[in-house]
């Protein structure tokens, strides 16, 4: 029996993993910064020898987009450090790392999905340093270890956006939402199931690089209308471009992921998007 180390059990993600994960022949040790300090290059040598980890899943994050433009030092830490230090547990002891990334690392310019093989240029904090995680696993190079980029994550847990359209959507008569930003959603359940379907499979020599979201594409603005309209709330959706939403940190305006290469791989079916939505608006209690 594999014993499994989740990293950022109370995420979005880490909870759908804890949720499946009873289903699966393993020992899984959920840990969340209480438990287990990424940061500390010790504290994970540590835990990966006393529990005798047989493969790390790092759902950790700093996910503040915004804050991360005047939090860059806790960001890296935690964005790059971190899977510092979970790859150098991971190759000392030739155990298994699954790390997750994001479309942020990209710049968002271009014309087509985009494939692992393409340019980065991240255009914030966020991005940079998750971009640095993902070159400093490269560098170490466990074996039988994979990094995952995602986008527009949401879930039955946590603070996400299908959560704050419901809310708002009942608040309020209308409201706006930017139309000219465009990807596709990940529903963490489907990529959750993903994961642990993937982790038996991997036998690759050097780090490799997959894309993975739901399938379809559309904008916020679609995925607004979308979440009204199964939750049948009556609140009118408004199209509206990015200059008139001003943040502190640049999005993408094009984070669609070409995921040919994890579905030919490891032999899975990626869900279309919208029935993830439905899916986690019944757990919600909020499909009608």
Not at 127 to 152: C, F, H, Y
Not at 164 to 185: A, C, N
Not at 223 to 234: H, V
Request: net charge negative; aromatic share 10%.
């Amino acid at each position: 029996m594999a014993n499994i180390l989740v990293t950022g059990s109370k995420g979005q993600l880490g909870s759908e993993i804890e949720a499946l994960s009873g289903g699966y022949d393993a020992t899984f040790f959920f840990t969340d910064r209480e438990e287990l300090d990424i940061t500390s290059e010790e504290a994970v040598a540590r835990f990966v020898t006393e529990n005798h980890i047989d493969a790390i899943i790092n759902c950790a994050a700093y996910t503040a987009v915004d804050k991360a433009e005047s939090d860059a030092e806790n960001a890296d830490r935690i964005n790059h450090l971190a899977v510092k230090y979970l790859a150098q547990a991971a190759k000392e002891h030739g155990i298994k790392l699954v790390h997750i990334s994001t479309d942020y690392v990209f710049d968002g310019m271009n014309y087509r999905p985009y494939i692992e093989s393409d340019p980065t240029g991240p255009k914030g904090i966020y991005g940079a340093t998750k971009l640095a995680g993902e070159q400093v696993m490269r560098e170490i190079d466990p074996s039988n270890s994979i990094i995952i980029r995602t986008s527009w994550v949401y879930s039955y847990f946590g603070a996400n956006f299908v959560k704050t359209m419901l809310r708002l959507g009942k608040e309020r008569d209308e409201l706006g939402v930017i139309f000219d930003q465009v990807g596709t959603p990940t529903y963490a359940k489907d990529l959750a199931q993903a994961i642990l379907d993937i982790l038996p499979q991997l036998e690759d020599e050097n780090v490799e690089i997959y894309h993975y979201s739901n399938e379809g594409v559309l904008s916020w603005y679609d995925f607004a209308k979308e979440i009204m309209k199964m939750a049948k709330l009556e609140c009118r959706v408004n199209p509206i471009e990015t200059k008139q939403y001003p943040t502190p940190a640049a999005r993408p305006h094009y984070s669609l992921l070409n995921k040919a290469r994890i579905k030919e791989k490891f032999k899975i079916t990626i869900p279309y998007w919208k029935d993830g939505l439905d899916d986690c608006l019944r757990r919600l209690g909020e499909r009608r």
